[in-house]
């Protein structure tokens, strides 16, 4: 399968998510926004996905055979999902012992035989998708070692890609901390979705945004580039949050947490917490720092350890 090519009008860069009419719609904005996220984050293309998506037409199925596995898709009827049809994927080893069965709205491939836990064993990648208009997403990873099994999974409120890191030569995962969708009230248009990296070692994600600063430096360049005199002096001045007040069409505070949100997820904290005071209204620092912190901890984030060893 050919590598999917960046959208041409996609932005500069991965602040802003678009809402969509239906969730099959959505999924393909995602995936779009996925293709451009792996672009910024890395000089070579992504690692071509083997995606296979569930028969149209319920009762119908497929079979992709793998080394040491047998991966089945069936188009169910499922009035729980969208549409009224599901997809449940069954996975089996060469014995046909069951490894790893689940039902969901989707559930592709979207990567096979790649080793994504260091440990010199090929993995492949199951993606779960809710099916909802904005969410959410499950990743499944199973070893194809001499007795394949689930690895670790991992959930999420935006979906994810995989690269290799020309440095590292791992595969990283890049995805946006969905934890933050209506952050502070905003709309799910207006909300400003963090960058992550993290990386699968051993049975565990690890957080390696410390090892992309090139990227986040990108994001805050750009998003200072946007910021204009005025704009910063209005919005410390101000004695309300636009998006509080009702004022959706004011991007002031996006492009100020684009900024914060790159030196946190890049794990220099003490300087997003520098640009917080330097850019947001001083009567509000202390609330939205507090809330940027909770959120955070509540986000992909949690699912990781901060060590790599």
Not at 271 to 278: K, M, T, Y
Request: charged share 25%.
């Amino acid at each position: 399968m050919q590598a999917r090519t960046v959208d041409s009008t996609m932005v500069q860069f991965a602040c802003f998510a678009a809402t969509t009419a239906s969730p099959r719609e959505n999924r393909r904005s995602w995936l779009r926004l996925a293709v451009f996220l792996l672009t910024l984050a890395f000089s070579t293309p992504a690692l071509a996905a083997h995606s296979h998506d569930c028969p149209q037409e319920i009762g119908n199925k497929t079979v992709r055979n793998l080394q040491g596995l047998e991966i089945e898709f069936t188009a169910t009827k499922n009035d729980d999902y969208a549409f009224g049809h599901a997809c449940k994927v069954v996975v089996r080893d060469t014995a046909q012992n069951v490894v790893f069965s689940e039902e969901d709205f989707d559930f592709p491939l979207v990567l096979a035989e790649t080793d994504l836990n260091g440990d010199g064993v090929p993995d492949s990648v199951l993606e779960s998708y809710s099916g909802g208009a904005h969410c959410c997403w499950t990743y499944y990873i199973i070893s194809q070692g001499e007795k394949p099994h689930l690895v670790a999974q991992f959930d999420n409120e935006r979906g994810a890609g995989f690269a290799r890191n020309e440095t590292s030569g791992r595969v990283d995962i890049v995805t946006q901390d969905g934890a933050f969708d209506y952050f502070d009230g905003l709309c799910h248009a207006c909300t400003v979705f963090p960058l992550v990296y993290v990386r699968l070692q051993g049975d565990h994600l690890v957080d390696v945004g410390a090892d992309h600063t090139k990227d986040y430096d990108e994001i805050i360049a750009k998003s200072q580039q946007a910021l204009s005199a005025q704009e910063r002096q209005s919005f410390r001045s101000a004695t309300e949050i636009p998006y509080k007040a009702g004022d959706a069409t004011d991007t002031t505070p996006g492009k100020v947490l684009s900024i914060v949100f790159a030196y946190l997820y890049s794990g220099r904290q003490a300087q997003a917490r520098q640009v917080l005071q330097e850019f947001w209204p001083p009567f509000d620092q202390e609330r939205i720092w507090k809330l940027i912190l909770d959120t955070q901890q509540k986000g992909i984030l949690s699912q990781t350890r901060r060590d790599r060893h």
